[in-house]
């Protein structure tokens, strides 16, 4: 089974310039994460997605960031324009709603982006 | 108070040894509990999920206890391969989402 698909791997920006992340989730999960991890911490949810629809993006900085699921499979986040904290690896997760399992979530590679 | 807190380390213990982490949380209804992996440079894979009666996978035993609102990982016999940071994660209630804690770092050394 193909893991959750993210690129870029790296992205090195300038302040004040935009960047697009991208995330392909495992096929058939319907709920899709965007999660922000800064270097010695955890990872912090940003959005949720159940299918196209949006369940929680009350920790998204939504002055800068956005995140969209258009058909309900791929999700782009963009940031625009990029501030020196946003220097983070961008982690997206995928997994199935109500699972028994007890909503495991399979993460990405991330992209680590870095703020000059 | 973090809604999940944990002590980042690092633990630095040798080959063989019994070394436990600790993890405490805030929303006393919180629902399910997990530990996830998550090696240098690489994504946080699940490790093991937490039970109230408690659930082991080999070496690894998880424990919760709801009075205290406390979670704990216990490793037996570390190896060299355990080497990684070790996330406690919380599912509040009626939701999807996960906390993150920000990680326990355990370095398993000859």
């Known amino acids: 089974e193909a893991g959750v698909a993210q690129s870029p791997r790296y992205k090195i920006i300038e302040k004040r310039q935009s960047v697009a992340f991208w995330c392909n989730p495992i096929?058939?999960?319907?709920?899709l994460y965007w999660y922000q991890q800064i270097l010695g911490q955890g990872p912090k949810l940003l959005i949720q997605?159940?299918?196209?629809?949006?369940?929680?993006d009350s920790q998204l900085p939504k002055d800068r960031f956005s995140a969209e699921r258009l058909k309900g499979v791929d999700s782009t986040l963009k940031i625009q324009p990029a501030k020196l904290e946003d220097s983070a690896v961008y982690l997206c997760?995928?997994?199935?709603?109500?699972?028994?399992?007890?909503?495991?979530?399979?993460f990405g590679p991330g992209t680590r982006l870095t703020v000059l | 108070r973090k809604e999940v807190e944990q002590d980042p380390g690092p633990f630095n213990v040798p080959e063989g040894a019994t070394v436990a982490f600790n993890c405490t949380y805030s929303?006393?209804?919180?629902?399910?509990f997990f530990w996830y992996r998550q090696d240098c440079r690489k994504e946080p894979k699940l490790l093991m999920s937490?039970?109230?009666s408690g659930n082991e996978d080999g070496r690894f035993t998880a424990q919760l206890n709801r009075a205290s609102q406390y979670i704990s990982l216990l490793i037996r016999d570390s190896k060299l391969s355990d080497s990684a940071t070790y996330l406690c994660?919380?599912?509040?209630?009626?939701?999807?989402?996960?906390?993150f804690g920000t990680g326990t770092r355990l370095q398993v050394f000859p």
């Open positions: 997605f159940q299918n196209n629809g949006v369940v929680d």
């Open positions: 937490v039970y109230s």
């Open positions: 997760a995928s997994g199935h709603s109500g699972s028994d399992t007890g909503n495991e979530q399979f």
């Open positions: 994660v919380v599912n509040p209630p009626l939701s999807d989402k996960l906390i």
């Open positions: 096929s058939g999960h319907a709920t």
């Open positions: 929303n006393s209804a919180s629902q399910s």
